[in-house]
């Protein structure tokens, strides 16, 4: 990548940052272009050569987050759904551990989830196709056949551990100094009890 690229890159990037930050504290309508070129110190003018609309960079945004959206189930059989459900806690933690921005796309997920379909149908159809809840829920069903996720509704437990992380993530944006959750205690939502 060329100097000049970097630096569209960079600023693209920066852009982003500063959208994310006034979509969570302002909401969608309560955020302008203007503010946001302000803060990033350039011209509106300029701004819309990353950009060309509001509704672009609440795509844009929207599109990284449904990237992270994604459970990555592992090849091959016998592979364990409890394995995989760790491995990827583990991994969002560590994320919002090292990057604490990453807790703010929690918020603006959310608040995505609710208000997508009104401000962009590329939204929406992005959001409605990555929903972790609903993607989990046969990985839970396989569990609980294996015996290594507690019996209950496979819809209600995915909802509770993505739920339980979601709350985290958020508590995280707005105290970045709170300390993070152990994984194992958001696994225990999931785990069979043993047979004593």
């Given at each position: ?25 302002k909401g969608f ?58 491995k990827q806690v ?7 551990a090292e990057r ?97």
């Amino acid at each position: 990548m060329g100097k000049r690229a970097e630096q569209h890159e960079h600023r693209r990037l920066q852009l982003l940052q500063i959208a994310l930050d006034q979509f969570i504290t302002k909401g969608f309508h309560g955020t302008s272009t203007r503010e946001i070129s302000r803060i990033a110190g350039i011209s509106s003018g300029l701004m819309f050569n990353y950009f060309s609309t509001k509704e672009s960079l609440f795509e844009a945004l929207v599109e990284i987050g449904c990237s992270k959206m994604i459970l990555e189930a592992e090849a091959g059989e016998g592979v364990s759904p409890l394995v995989l459900l760790e491995k990827q806690v583990r991994g969002l933690l560590h994320m919002i551990a090292e990057r604490p921005q990453a807790a703010k796309m929690f918020v603006f997920m959310a608040y995505a989830s609710y208000n997508a379909q009104a401000i962009s149908p590329i939204a929406g159809a992005l959001l409605t196709n990555h929903n972790l809840i609903e993607q989990c829920v046969p990985l839970i069903e396989e569990g609980q056949r294996l015996g290594e996720i507690r019996p209950g509704h496979p819809m209600a437990l995915s909802m509770a551990f993505w739920c339980s992380i979601q709350g985290i993530a958020q508590e995280l944006a707005l105290t970045p100094g709170n300390p993070l959750p152990e994984a194992d205690w958001l696994l225990d939502i999931l785990r069979a009890r043993e047979v004593r």
